[in-house]
Nanobody, 127 residues
């Protein structure tokens, strides 16, 4: 059974850090571009960061550049999102998604077409 499972969410203070992890099972994760999206209450889903298969490229939404870093460990079938200097506006449910046929650069344009999605993990940043 193919499955993506996110972990690492929680409550953190403004300026704090969290590390999210997306673990894949039933699939060779190394062949996939993987991205992180988030959805805050009352808002639309937003692309946050993506990393190509083979870590050949990454992309970030402007609001997280310099604060978030995406990385992958294909031996462990995981993709992590290190989030530093968190702000209250980062509060959202964070989802990972994966697809073999898109690049990180294009991922934010086609979220509805991405092959695999996790169930999400909640990140809450207090002010």
């Amino acid at each position: 059974q193919v499955q993506l499972v996110e972990s690492g969410g929680g409550l953190v203070q403004h300026g704090g850090s969290l590390r999210l992890s997306c673990a894949a099972s039933g699939v060779a994760f190394g062949s996939y571009t993987v991205g992180w999206f988030r959805q805050a209450p009352g808002k639309e889903r937003e692309f946050v960061a993506g990393i190509n298969w083979g870590a050949t490229g990454t992309k970030y939404v402007d609001s997280v550049k310099g604060r978030f870093a995406i990385s992958r460990d294909d031996a462990k079938n995981t993709v992590d999102l290190q989030m530093n200097n968190l702000k209250p506006e980062d509060t959202a449910v964070y989802y990972c998604a994966a697809d073999k046929h898109v690049t990180a650069r294009a991922m934010d344009a086609v979220p509805g077409l991405l092959e695999l999605w996790g169930q999400g993990t909640l990140v809450t940043v207090s002010s």
